[in-house]
C-alpha cells in the first residue's frame, strides 16, 4: 500500500505583514548656494612667495595703494560686512614678512591685507545632511507652530565641509515655511584664551597615550581650572629645563597642543542673523572638514538645555567623531571625544539621561548600530550590538540618522540602510523607553527612497538625514538628495509606530 506523503510546505503558515509605511515629500527644497561667500585668510604656497607680495605692495607710490584699495573695496563691500576691518586684521596676522623698520599708512596696510584674503563659498557644491532642533526662541508664533533651526553640511572648493544654518517655522497643519537667509556670511571669532578643567585635560591626555614624566610635571604645576595662556607658560618654562635631545619631551609638548588647540571655543557677534554663521574647520583634525553633524536639544539634570552636535572631523585621510557644545548658537565649543568606542562615523547622542548616564548610539564596525552608555559624556568605551541589518535594502549596512526621539511608545530612532549598487534608503526601529537596549520595533521597508528626481547628484541614490524633530503627533524629516539638496518629509507618527513590526 502506498502511503501518502504530506507537503511539509503545506503545514507552513504565512504570517501577516503591516502595509508598508512612507514618509510624504511635502519640501520646500534647499539647493546650494553661491552667492553665500565668506572672507577667507588666503595662504600663498611658500613664506618667500608672500614675502615678495608684501614687497610689491611696498614699492607702490601713495597714490597707487589709494587707488587700488579704493578699487578693491568697491568691489567688495557689497558682498561682506566690515571689509576694511578684516583686511587690517589680516594684515596683523602676516606683519611678521615686513621688516621690523618699515612704517607703513593704515591704507597700505589694509591692501597688504587684501592681498592675503580670499573668497570662499561653503555652499558651492553640496547642501545636505540636515539635522532639526527646536528654536531657543518660541515667541510670537501662531497657535500650533513651532520654530526650528536646521543645520546643513555645505561643502565647497577642494570638498571641503562645514556647517551653515537656516531657520524657520512648521505651522500647525505641518507645513514648512523657511526664512530668507541674510545677505551675508561670517564665521566666528576665536576665543582667544580658553579655559581647561585639569581633571579632565589629563584624563584626555591619559587616553590619547601622552602620559610620561614631562606631562605629569606640567599638569602638576596647572591650576585645576587654567587658560591657553597657563599652559603656554608652564610648557615653556618646563621645556627649558629638559634636555634639549629629550624626544621624549618633544613628543609630549606636541600632544599637549594638540589637544589644547583640539578643545576650543568660538564666538558669533549675537547681532548676527544665525543664517549668517557658518562653523568653518580650523583645527588639523578637521581641516578637510566638519561633517555630518547631528544636533539634539539635550535636557540636563536642572531641566534646562544645551545643544549638542555630535559629528566628524575628517582630515583628509582618518575620520573621527567630535563633540560640539552651544545653548543659543551664538557660543559654540568644541571638544574632543575619547574612548576606545570613539572612532568611525555617526555617533548620535540620546537627548537626556536614561538611569542616570549618557546614551549613545554609534556604528564603530561599519556595518551595525551599536550602543554604549557612559558616565561621562567625554568618554566612551565598551558598544554593545543593538541592530545589524536584516533587510536586502540594507544588507551592506546600517547607521542611525540622528539622535533618538522621545515617544510614548519609546525611543524612535530613523536609520539609514545601504543595499544593492550601494543605495540609501531611510528607516526606523524603536527602543523600550527604559531599557534601550530592547529593540521593540522595526520597519521592515524602507520609509524614504531616492525617487527618480532625488538619484542624481554628488552621491547618486542616496537619501540621508542627521535628525527628525517631532511636531505633535507628526515627524518631520529634512533629508539630503544625493549628497547634492536638501528637502523635506513628514509622517504621522502614530501610523509609523503602528507600522513597527
Given amino acids: 500500500m502506498t502511503v501518502a506523503r504530506e507537503n511539509p510546505a ?99 596696510q589694509a591692501l597688504i591685507g587684501a592681498h592675503f584674503t580670499h573668497e570662499y563659498s561653503p555652499e558651492s557644491t553640496a547642501l545636505f545632511n540636515p539635522s532639526i532642533v527646536p528654536h531657543p526662541d518660541q515667541s510670537g508664533l501662531p497657535k500650533g507652530a513651532l520654530r526650528f533651526i536646521l ?96 624626544a621624549m619631551a618633544d613628543r609630549a609638548v606636541r600632544g599637549i597642543l594638540l589637544l589644547a588647540e583640539s578643545n576650543y571655543e568660538v564666538h558669533f ?57 552651544t545653548p543659543d548658537f551664538v557660543d559654540f565649543k568644541f571638544t574632543t571625544l575619547n574612548g576606545p568606542a570613539v572612532q568611525n562615523k555617526g555617533m548620535a ?34 558598544p554593545k550590538l543593538l541592530l545589524p541589518p536584516a533587510q536586502p535594502w540594507e544588507f551592506i549596512k546600517m547607521g542611525n540618522c540622528g539622535s533618538p526621539i522621545e515617544t510614548e511608545a519609546g525611543w524612535l530612532v530613523l536609520s539609514h540602510g545601504v543595499g544593492a549598487m550601494r543605495k540609501y534608503c531611510l528607516g526606523a526601529f524603536l527602543l523600550d523607553l527604559n531599557d534601550p537596549t530592547r529593540v521593540i520595533g522595526r520597519l521592515r521597508e524602507p520609509l524614504l527612497s531616492p525617487n527618480e528626481s ?5 552621491v547618486p541614490n542616496v537619501v540621508y538625514t542627521c535628525g527628525a524633530l517631532r511636531h505633535g503627533r507628526e515627524l518631520i524629516i529634512p533629508y539630503g538628495m544625493s549628497d547634492y539638496a536638501t528637502s523635506f518629509a513628514t509622517v504621522s507618527l502614530d501610523e509609523l509606530l503602528a507600522a513597527m513590526e
Fill in 10 to 108: 503545506a503545514k507552513i503558515m504565512t504570517i501577516p505583514t503591516r502595509p508598508p509605511i512612507h514618509a510624504k515629500r511635502i519640501g520646500p527644497t534647499l539647493v546650494p548656494d553661491r552667492l553665500r561667500v565668506l572672507m577667507r585668510p588666503f595662504y600663498p604656497s611658500s613664506d618667500d612667495i608672500a614675502r615678495r607680495i608684501v614687497t610689491r605692495v611696498l614699492a607702490l607710490s601713495d597714490e597707487a595703494v589709494a587707488r587700488l584699495l579704493s578699487q578693491v573695496l568697491g568691489e567688495f563691500e557689497d558682498r561682506h560686512e566690515h571689509v576694511e576691518k578684516f583686511f587690517r586684521t589680516r594684515f596683523a596676522q602676516v606683519r611678521h614678512y615686513l621688516d621690523e623698520a618699515w612704517e607703513t599708512s593704515s591704507e597700505r
Fill in 151 to 246: 543645520s546643513l553640511r555645505a561643502t565647497g572648493e577642494g570638498h571641503i565641509s562645514s556647517i551653515t544654518f537656516r531657520t524657520g517655522i512648521v505651522s500647525a497643519h505641518h507645513r514648512i515655511t523657511l526664512t530668507p537667509p541674510g545677505p551675508f556670511v561670517t564665521e566666528p571669532e576665536r576665543v582667544p584664551n580658553p579655559a581647561y578643567d585639569k581633571k579632565l585635560f589629563a584624563s584626555k591626555l591619559q587616553e590619547a597615550g601622552v602620559q610620561n614624566d614631562f606631562c605629569q610635571r606640567v599638569l602638576g604645576q596647572l591650576p585645576e581650572a587654567f587658560i591657553l595662556d597657563d599652559l603656554h607658560r608652564v610648557l615653556t618654562a618646563e621645556r627649558r629645563q629638559t634636555d634639549p635631545a629629550d
Fill in 269 to 325: 557677534s549675537p547681532g548676527s542673523r544665525i543664517t549668517q554663521r557658518v562653523l568653518f574647520p580650523s583645527t588639523a583634525s578637521q581641516r578637510n572638514g566638519i561633517e555630518d553633524a547631528r544636533f539634539v536639544r539635550f535636557q540636563n539634570d536642572d531641566g534646562n538645555f544645551t545643544y549638542y552636535a555630535t559629528y566628524t572631523a575628517y582630515n583628509g585621510m582618518i575620520t573621527l567623531p567630535q563633540l560640539l557644545e
Fill in 349 to 382: 547622542l540620546f537627548p537626556r539621561k536614561i538611569s542616570g548616564q549618557f546614551a549613545m548610539l554609534s556604528r564603530q564596525d561599519d556595518e551595525n548600530i551599536l550602543l554604549m552608555f557612559s558616565d561621562n559624556i567625554h568618554f566612551w568605551q565598551t
Fill in 454 to 458: 532625488e538619484r542624481e547628484g554628488y
